[in-house]
C-alpha cells in the first residue's frame, strides 16, 4: 500500500476510482503511456484551487522567508511576486502547455499550471480569472491585517514551512505536510493550517490533530530546534487561518481528539488497503466503485480515462 495521507484518505472517501487513478496509477517517469497520461491528468486544477495555490506559493516563497529574516512585510513586495507567477502561470494553462511534446513539470518551474477547464474544452471566461485574482488579493491583505499573527511568528526561534513529516502508527506508514510549523524557546510549536476558501464552513480540528501527531512521531529533521516528542500532543499549539473570511481558529487538542486522529489513520488505511488487496488477485482500476455523487465525476481530472 502507498503512504497513507490526509489528502488520500479524503479522496479514497470521495471516489476510490479517483483515488486509485492519483496514488497508484500515476506515475511522472513511467514509459507506460497509460501511466503517463494519469500523470498528466493528476496535475489539473480548477480555477478555485489554482488560487488557493498561489497564496500558498507566496506565503512559502515571500511572507515567511521574510519573517524569518526578522524584515516588514510588505504589501507591494507580496503582490508583485504573486502578480508575476499568476500572470506566468496563467498564461502557460491557457496555451496548454500540459500537452507540448516532452513537456517537464520541473523544467517549468513556478510557471507549470494546467487547468481543467482547458483539458476538458470548457470555457474558462475573463471575470473567473478576475475573480481568481481578487480572491488572492483579498487573502494576503487578510494575511497582512493579522498583527498578532505576525507578531505571534516574530517571537518564534525556527519557520519551517511544508515540511513532509513520516511516521508509523499502528503498522501504518504516514505522512503529513503542514503548511508552517513555528519552533519557540519556551514554549510548545505552533502548527498553522492556511485555508483559501470563499465559504469557510469546514472545520479542520481532525486534519491539524493528525498534523500533531506527525510532528511527535516522526523522527525529527536535523533543522529541527529541538525533539518535537518532548511534548505531548494536547501541549501543541494549533491554528487554522481562513484568509477569504479573515478568520482564526484555535485547536487545544483533548485525549479524545489524539483517540479519533489516531483510530481515523487506522480505520481509513484498512479500507484503501483492502481495496487494492482482494482475496481473489489482481485488481482493475474499473473493480473499483466510481462517486456516488455525479456531480464529482464532472469534476474528476481523471474523466477522460475513467469514462473510456
Excluded at 497564496?55 to 524584515?71: A, E, H, N, S, W
Excluded at 487554522?240 to 489524539?258: A, S
Excluded at 466510481?290 to 475513467?306: I, K, L, V, Y
Amino acid at each position: 500500500m502507498s503512504t497513507w495521507s490526509f489528502s488520500s484518505s479524503r479522496l479514497f472517501r470521495k471516489c476510490q476510482r479517483q483515488w486509485y487513478f492519483k496514488t497508484h496509477v500515476a506515475a511522472a517517469r513511467a514509459k507506460d503511456p497509460y501511466r503517463r497520461e494519469a500523470f498528466l491528468l493528476s496535475k489539473l486544477q480548477t480555477i478555485y484551487a489554482w488560487r488557493g495555490s498561489i497564496v500558498d506559493q507566496v506565503i512559502l516563497m515571500r511572507y515567511v522567508p521574510t519573517l524569518k529574516r526578522g524584515q516588514q512585510i510588505l504589501r507591494s513586495d507580496l503582490l508583485k511576486y504573486a502578480k508575476e507567477i499568476f500572470d506566468r502561470q496563467l498564461k502557460y494553462a491557457l496555451a496548454n502547455r500540459l500537452r507540448e511534446e516532452g513537456m517537464k513539470i520541473t523544467e517549468a518551474g513556478d510557471s507549470f499550471a494546467a487547468f481543467f477547464s482547458v483539458e476538458y474544452c470548457e470555457e474558462i471566461t475573463q471575470k473567473e480569472i478576475d475573480i481568481a485574482w481578487q480572491d488572492i488579493e483579498l487573502a494576503l491583505d487578510n494575511l497582512l491585517s493579522m498583527k498578532d499573527l505576525y507578531a505571534r511568528l516574530l517571537e518564534a526561534t525556527h519557520l519551517i514551512p511544508q515540511r513532509s513529516l513520516s511516521f508509523t502508527i499502528d503498522g501504518v506508514n504516514a505522512q503529513g505536510t503542514p503548511d508552517l510549523i513555528a519552533f519557540f524557546a519556551d514554549y510548545p510549536p505552533l502548527i498553522i493550517d492556511w485555508k483559501v476558501h470563499t465559504f469557510a464552513s469546514n472545520d479542520y480540528r481532525l486534519q491539524l490533530a493528525l498534523y500533531a501527531l506527525a510532528l511527535t512521531s516522526c523522527k525529527p529533521h536535523k533543522d529541527f530546534p529541538k525533539d518535537p516528542l518532548c511534548y505531548q500532543l494536547t501541549e501543541l499549539q494549533l491554528t487554522e487561518i481562513q484568509l477569504l473570511t479573515n478568520q482564526q481558529r484555535h485547536y487545544q487538542l483533548t485525549d479524545t481528539d489524539v483517540y479519533a486522529a489516531s483510530n481515523y489513520i487506522s480505520r481509513s488505511a484498512l479500507d484503501m488497503n483492502l481495496a487494492v488487496d482482494p482475496a481473489d488477485g489482481e485488481i482493475s482500476v474499473f473493480d473499483l466503485p466510481t462517486a456516488s455523487n455525479p456531480d464529482e465525476c464532472q469534476r474528476c481530472s481523471f474523466r477522460s480515462m475513467c469514462w473510456k
